[in-house]
């Protein structure tokens, strides 16, 4: 019997030992639920943060490039608006230009009109005649190419004339 006594002993110790552990583990368990639930209403309520941020992000969004197309949209009406003035003002002042009259055409006046006079056309052509050096001579030397103002010849003629001013003027102050 004893040992019947000592096998149910054992028994009981285990069974108390297994009570324990399931108590512990149902406790455990029923903890980490709570957590999940926990957990799972964070969540929920986070997807719902997140999309109302994301839909707000997207309006606030869609208003500020409504706003800017309206602003731009002014913009160009109002250039529009402008750009025909400068148009038409080009236009004008080449109609402007084209109807001046000569400066000596005086009719209206008191002077008969000017008909066939070409004096104008005289003060705007422009002259393209350039005289080129083989047609330029010279007066000093009669040579082609240059003028008396830059003559080789007579800068020469006018250094020697000088050398022998000073030579004779040095020789006359030596003989007194």
């Known amino acids: 019997m004893a040992i019947d006594d000592l096998d149910e002993d054992e028994d009981e110790n285990e069974v108390s030992e297994l009570l324990e552990l399931l ?6 368990n029923a903890s980490l639920k709570k ?3 926990a957990i799972n209403k964070e969540n929920v309520s986070l997807k719902l943060e997140i999309e109302c941020l ?3 992000s997207l309006d606030d969004e869609i208003i500020s490039l409504e706003k800017e197309n309206e602003t731009l949209k002014l913009e160009v009406d109002a250039l ?6 400068f148009s038409n003002s080009s236009e004008k002042l080449d109609n402007l230009l084209g109807l001046q009259r000569c400066v000596f055409n005086k009719a209206g006046l008191g002077y008969d009109e000017m008909n066939n006079v070409k004096h104008c056309q005289k003060y705007l052509e422009k002259k393209d005649i350039k005289k080129t050096p083989s047609s330029i001579t010279c007066n ?25 001013n000073k ?6 102050k030596c003989l007194r």
């Not at 529009?80 to 003035?85: E, G, N, Q, S």
């Not at 000093?140 to 050398?163: D, P, S």
């Not at 030579?167 to 006359?172: G, L, N, Q, R, V």
């Open 35 to 37: 957590t999940i639930k």
């Open 23 to 28: 108590e512990q583990f149902s406790l455990e």
């Open 80 to 85: 529009k608006k402008t750009f025909p003035k």
């Open 54 to 56: 994301s839909n707000k």
């Open 167 to 172: 030579t004779s003027s040095i020789e006359i």
């Open 140 to 164: 000093n030397c009669n040579k082609n190419g240059h003028t008396t103002h830059n003559c080789y010849h007579k800068k020469m003629t006018y250094i020697r004339e000088i050398n022998l």
